[in-house]
């Protein structure tokens, strides 16, 4: 068998596994042990495992992982996150719509001080859903909100998706984070103007309620000013090359904890709970990576990666063409499969691919753009059906809810965020304007 077909074999045997529900870190992990067996030996391979895990999690660079996941944990868990929406809501929840928009508003702060699109979701899904139902807002379109909402957890910087994605590619972390916040911020109004067409044309979708007083919004304000002072120190001090991301992630750590020590409800017990989640999903992350490092090794042996850019490059086609077609097999891949996995089992055979097109960009401002591509196709199969995973923690909490009705809701803003991805791609700079700008 031809060291190509068995890396085909090798995609196969993987997905099959992952469809019968085994972890998809270890569904990797198994395969690409297999596969690297089958090209070298047993001996070959031991020795490999005995140096590559300790290798690839001591890098400095992986500690910006939990840190972000620990910030986000601690505000969800001392109730700041609902602040986040009840001040947005006294400001806009009185227009059509405006309760939708409020949460797009705070999702896109929350966005700031948590990486990751699940864990947003379901912290807005849990402190909105009573409020949308208050209000009468139609199902359909409040979950569907939601689901859109939590993507705005990994679109705005910071994001752990940006960040394993730097890994794997060798790129500048803040750089990244820099080129996201123009297209996130774009994702954020995309969704209002959504927000605001679907108001108009069916108003019994979001009905008007009664506007806060004066009083009601500045002591909303003054409740979540923290919140957004952290986020200002943690983004801010990242972008202007204060310190650098892992710095940052720490600053932003303290400083929502003393936070947190401040607010009801927040003691011993919500602590550990932040620190036992930020634990199982960090170490969920970390055996993807792992596998993902062994599978990447496989496919490094049976030389695909190679093999694929030398024939992709060698068709001629246009180089815009090529990008096309890939991020259109990204959003389909991304329908069925985990993001975090999509990512770092195919950028080892797209990657070479992209590197070798000629988009007129210097390569580094190259990997840059095209990592917000591949951010903004996570998003939108975050989404998408058959699977949309944000939909799923929709659904696990808006249990009288249909997912099928929830589907029906994220449609109109898929559609929006089709139209953001093809404005990045026409337009580089909008990713790469301020990477330019900032030192």
């Given at each position: 068998m031809s060291?190509?077909?068995?890396?085909?074999?090798?995609?196969?045997?993987?997905?099959?596994?992952?469809?019968?529900?085994?972890?998809?870190?270890?569904?990797?992990?198994?395969t690409g042990s297999a596969g690297y067996v089958y090209f070298t030996s047993w001996n070959t391979f031991l020795s490999y495992m005995n140096s590559t895990p300790y290798h690839l999690f001591s890098s400095y660079t992986l500690s910006v992982i939990p840190l972000f996941i620990l910030m986000g944990a601690i505000a969800e868990r001392s109730g700041l996150s609902t602040k986040l929406f009840r001040s947005a809501a006294s400001l806009v929840g009185h227009a059509r719509g405006g309760m939708a928009m409020a949460l797009i508003g705070a999702c896109t702060a929350f966005g700031a001080i948590c990486g990751s699109s699940v864990a947003t979701t379901a912290t807005f899904a849990r402190a909105t859903l009573p409020e949308f139902e208050r209000y009468r807002y139609s199902k359909s379109f409040a979950t569907g909100t939601i689901a859109v909402?939590?993507?705005?957890?990994?679109?705005?910087?910071?994001?752990?998706?940006?960040?394993?994605?730097?890994?794997?590619?060798?790129?500048?972390?803040?750089?990244?984070?820099?080129?996201?916040?123009?297209?996130?911020?774009?994702a954020a109004a995309f969704y209002c103007v959504v927000i605001a067409i679907i108001a108009r044309r069916t108003p019994e979708a979001a009905p008007i309620h009664q506007k806060a007083s004066h009083q009601e919004q500045v002591s909303t304000l003054l409740s979540i000013w923290?919140?957004?002072?952290?986020?200002?120190?943690?983004?801010?001090?990242?972008?202007?090359?204060?310190?650098?991301?892992?710095?940052?992630?720490?600053?932003?750590?303290?400083?929502?904890?003393?936070?947190?020590?401040?607010?009801?409800?927040?003691?011993?017990?919500?602590?550990?709970e932040s620190i036992i989640q930020t634990a199982e999903t960090s170490a969920m992350i970390f055996a993807i990576i792992l596998g993902s490092e062994v599978f990447d090794a496989f496919l490094a042996l049976s030389q695909l990666p190679s093999q694929s850019a030398e024939f992709v490059t060698g068709l001629g086609l246009p180089a815009f063409g090529v990008m096309t077609a890939l991020l259109l097999f990204y959003i389909l891949l991304g329908a069925v499969m985990d993001e975090l996995a999509m990512i770092l089992l195919t950028l080892p055979v797209f990657f070479p691919i992209v590197a070798g097109l000629d988009f007129g960009l210097p390569p580094e401002e190259t990997a840059i753009w095209v990592g917000i591509l591949v951010l903004?196709?996570?998003?939108?199969?975050?989404?998408?059906?058959?699977?949309?995973?944000?939909?799923f923690v929709v659904s696990s909490i808006a249990r009288g809810v249909p997912i099928t009705s929830i589907y029906r809701g994220v449609l109109p803003f898929v559609a929006a965020d089709i139209v953001r991805l093809l404005l990045v791609m026409i337009f580089p700079v909008l990713a790469l304007w301020l990477v330019r700008v900032l030192p």
């Open positions: 060291p190509i077909a068995v890396a085909l074999l090798g995609f196969v045997a993987m997905l099959l596994l992952i469809g019968i529900r085994m972890p998809v870190g270890l569904a990797m992990l198994l909402g939590g993507t705005l957890g990994i679109l705005i910087p910071p994001s752990i998706i940006l960040v394993v994605y730097a890994i794997t590619t060798e790129q500048n972390i803040a750089k990244l984070f820099k080129a996201a916040l123009i297209p996130g911020l774009l923290p919140v957004l002072l952290v986020a200002f120190v943690v983004v801010g001090g990242i972008y202007g090359g204060v310190f650098t991301p892992t710095e940052g992630a720490s600053v932003g750590v303290i400083a929502m904890l003393l936070i947190a020590l401040t607010q009801r409800g927040f003691g011993w017990a919500e602590l550990k903004i196709v996570v998003g939108i199969g975050l989404t998408c059906p058959p699977i949309g995973l944000n939909v």
